[in-house]
């Protein structure tokens, strides 16, 4: 898989064996072993006046500079994207990243790691020209409901997010799953592939559950003591009432759409939670 970032700050994301963003943990190794790459193109390389000058004042007046769309379109076009009206959006996508647009979720994630080609660009100072929104990208996406300075550092939490769900990158093929926002269970789930009863569930939407490792005693603070007890079907049920009780604690906004059974309904409305959460 193949990311090609826009950006007026190409330094920030470095690479193998720089130290930038993209030169450390599983986003060097999935570089470095080829299962994908990423390129950055400097977009102030596709202007023509001495300054080098990406943005201008906006039309109707207002605070801030806005993004030209001259060069944006052209760095795009030089890299051998189809235009929009052309493009096959189930092998490759052109992504602006902004505070405009629409949240960037797993499932996101798990959509653009099908993709061959993804262009990101960051977005800079007041906003971009929404002629690049209309007329070259297929999606504009924001990693939260905050501002930040730029969409460099989105670029960056997309193609982390998106990179170790890719085959082979992560340790375990199943990693991505049995952890927050992962997919749900398979009927076969219940058994490892060793036949070890499975002491996790498939997230199925929710937040992860609570996680120990040694020693068992910390300053005065014990693991539960289900954990110790070696039956993994109790640990399987206590980890995934512990999921539900983060969650509804946490981020009960997951709970309405995520993948619950009755079990789950019934823990959940003993701790209060209703639908109108």
């Known amino acids: 898989m193949r990311f090609d970032i826009v950006t007026i700050?190409?330094?920030?994301?470095?690479?193998?064996?720089?130290?930038?963003?993209?030169?450390?943990?599983?986003?060097?190794r999935a570089l470095r072993m080829g299962q994908a790459e990423a390129h950055t193109h400097d977009l102030r390389s596709f202007t023509y006046d001495r300054h080098r000058t990406v943005d201008d004042r906006p039309f109707g007046g207002g605070e801030g500079m806005v993004l030209k769309a001259q060069p944006i379109f052209e760095c795009v076009?030089?890299?051998?994207?189809a235009p929009k009206a052309e493009r096959d959006t189930t092998r490759e996508s052109v992504i602006l990243l902004s505070a405009q647009g629409k949240r960037f979720t797993q499932a996101t994630a798990r959509h653009l790691a099908t993709l061959d080609r993804v262009v990101l660009i960051c977005g800079r100072y007041e906003g971009v020209d929404e002629r690049v929104s209309q007329l070259l990208c297929d999606d504009e996406l924001s990693i939260g409901d905050y501002v930040i300075s730029g969409g460099?550092?989105?670029?960056?939490?997309?193609?982390?997010?998106?990179?170790?769900?890719?085959?082979?990158?992560?340790?375990?093929?199943?990693?991505?799953?049995?952890?927050?926002?992962?997919?749900?269970?398979?009927?076969?789930?219940?058994?490892?592939?060793?036949?070890?009863p499975r002491s996790t569930h498939g997230a199925g939407g929710l937040l992860d559950y609570p996680h120990y490792t040694r020693p068992a005693e910390f300053r005065g603070t014990t693991i539960p003591e289900v954990l110790g007890n070696g039956d993994h079907s109790v640990i399987r049920k206590w980890r995934r009432q512990a999921a539900l009780a983060k969650t509804l604690a946490n981020r009960p906004d997951l709970l309405p759409s995520a993948d619950l059974n009755d079990n789950d309904r019934a823990f959940l409305s003993k701790l209060g939670f209703n639908r109108k959460h």
């Open 152 to 196: 460099e550092l989105g670029a960056a939490v997309i193609v982390d997010a998106v990179v170790r769900l890719l085959p082979g990158v992560l340790g375990h093929a199943d990693s991505s799953k049995y952890e927050s926002f992962g997919e749900g269970d398979e009927p076969a789930d219940t058994m490892t592939e060793d036949g070890v």
């Open 9 to 28: 700050f190409p330094e920030f994301f470095g690479g193998p064996p720089n130290n930038g963003i993209l030169g450390h943990g599983i986003l060097e």
């Open 77 to 81: 076009e030089s890299l051998g994207i």
